[in-house]
């Protein structure tokens, strides 16, 4: 795709997709999974340069899109708020004019969804959204992948979400209306996800629970994040007290499906969120879900930059 072409997509959030452009995403990460894991080279990037712009931490999101524009032939350069003139004011629609002269997709991490999307009306290449205040696509993209290589279609089935109205519920929230499924969410209150910021057209494709325990019940998949998100720093006191119940342990495992998959984007604090005993015992599937990230996002950028293959 040239930069500028009207058929050019950007990835800020997930309903940027529909399901049919998910489902050759899904096989394409098979795909390109299988090529890796096999030792087959696959460069169809060659040439190609991603530009990654990290206002917050990252090891997860760094190492994947890094490693994976190497691996189909491409490279990558990186920037950080701190030594950029991003972090002395230069307006973001400059610094997307320039960047996007040079490079021919970038992925950004950032605090507001509305810095990304400043950056992409002005970019004349494609803007992956690597995770802001609302939104984890990227995330969620893997996550779901990761559900259907282990069990299958994800449509129908119920997702449990324990913890913070964040950015990954968000998230969850919009694959469920784009992908069919439900979300049982369970949030402190003062938490709880805001629909409008989600981003959703109605309520249908998720429903509240005040206890965590009854949210899990029957699920297929149960899912947290940390108490306290990047950004949110100064609140963390008050948020371990309001979380102190919104742990995911074995007593919320023991009632979702025999067969739940226990899920977490990383990074985790055993003891908050999540149990040692959960995410080290046999349901957890993080280490998968981590990996999935890389060959997830590999397809996304062949999707980005060369359109459907074949
Ligand atoms: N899950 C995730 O995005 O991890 P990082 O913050 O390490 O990139
Ligand atoms: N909700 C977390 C996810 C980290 C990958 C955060 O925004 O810090």
Known sequence: MKPGSALMKHYLQFKDFRAEEYAYLFERTREIKKRFKNYEKYQPLVDRTLAMIFEKASTRTRVSFE????????????????DSQLGRAEPVADSARVISRMVDIVMIRTFEQSMIEDFAANSRVPVINGLTNDYHPCQILADIFTFIEQRGAIQGKTVAWVGDGNNMANTWLQAAEVLGFKVHVSTPSGYEVNPTVAGISSSDCYRVFKDPLEACRGAHLVTTDVWTSMGYEAENAARVKAFANWCVDERLMAVARSDAMFMHCLPAHRGEEVAASVIDGPQSVVWDEAENRMHAQKALMEYLLLGRIG
């Open 67 to 82: 490693a994976g524009m190497y691996q189909m032939g491409g490279s990558v350069v990186h920037l950080t708020t701190g």
